[in-house]
């Protein structure tokens, strides 16, 4: 995965379990990418041990990060992860790709058990699976020459052959994100953030991988530099037939860039389904809540009740409320106590769009997710 400081704590942690779970691995053609999900995530938890007091005798506080998350992945598509800030976006996107330990749950790549991986297969995971981050400057090394940095990342992967053809590579790779050859000779802190960024992106692709992770890729970029960044990434998936998973809280443009959106609130995916559909007629009060707060072109697809403003602050990770996670701010008309009781699990609308909603007062076709 990309190096630098912000990967070293979660290396260390992927390198303690490495060679601990080598059994359990499917055969390599067991993947069919027509018919099978390039990632497959089911019921994933990661809990993190917190100082206090948790709630039964003798057992420490845990942050309840993520808490149950599923959902498929097919090659070529880009499923945005939208939510407020705390919501296990980031810890979802690192437990996937293991630079977390899940807590539990299911994760499989091209039809292997993530989980199940040691450190021969981790290692392909790492070429086949990237991460770009918000900040792309801390995870660049700053004594190092962009150049050096990507002919380094290809050393290391056996990747192009001598010195020479890495270095050509670097240049190819360079070209490949809109920068220019003679970049190579130089420092991180000679780029500006779009093209610190590109960097990122040259970095996470100099390994050929099939699926990345973009967590917050223009987040900290100006709006201009936004679109240049967004559409850079958008005609690389073109290009290179890339999967992503696109994690933002700026919904205008995760709606850009996704086929598929995923609505996460307190450590669960409340909604999920195809961008347009989603976008149009959001169905979960959250995303009714969360969209309606969006600024939109055309007044008629605000929804029909115009802006929500919800009451109170996300509760606390480590003592999340009983029942639906959302019923102390819910402002659903139909809320009532069986809301702080029973925890709605995702289930299809009858609408036949494939989305999912997680609300028991939502008209859904019944039945477990799958
Ligand atoms: N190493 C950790 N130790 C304890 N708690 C953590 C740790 N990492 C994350 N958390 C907590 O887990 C929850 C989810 O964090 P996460 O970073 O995944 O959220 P996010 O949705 O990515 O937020 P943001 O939009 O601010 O990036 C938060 O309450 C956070 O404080
Ligand atoms: S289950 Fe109840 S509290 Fe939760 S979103 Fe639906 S109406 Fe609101
Ligand atoms: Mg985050």
Known sequence: ????????????EVARTEGVRAEGVRAEGAWDPGRTPLLSVRDLTRYFPVKGKGLLPGRRAQVKAVDGVSFDLHAGETLGLVGESGCGKSTTGRAILRLLEPTSGEIHFKGKDVRAMGERELRTLRRQAQIVFQDPFSSLNPRLTVGDMLTEVLKV???HGDARGRRKRARELLDLVGLLPEHAD???HEFSGGQRQRLGIARALS???EFIVCDEPVSALDVSVQAQVVNLLKDLQAELGLTYLFIAHDLAV???VSDRVAVMYLGRIVEIGPAAVLYREPRHPYTRALL???PRPDPGRRGETGRIVLEGDVPSPVDPPPGCPFHPRCWHPDRDASCARVVPALRPTPDGTGREVACTKV????GAHP
């Open 157 to 159: 992967h056996g990747l």
């Open 207 to 209: 390994v050929e991988p």
């Open 254 to 256: 995760v709606e850009h």
């Open 186 to 188: 130089r420092y991180p």
């Open 292 to 294: 309606s707060a969006v």
């Open 1 to 12: 995965m990309t190096g630098g400081a912000r990967g070293e704590g979660a290396r260390e």
């Open 363 to 366: 008209a859904t076709s019944g």
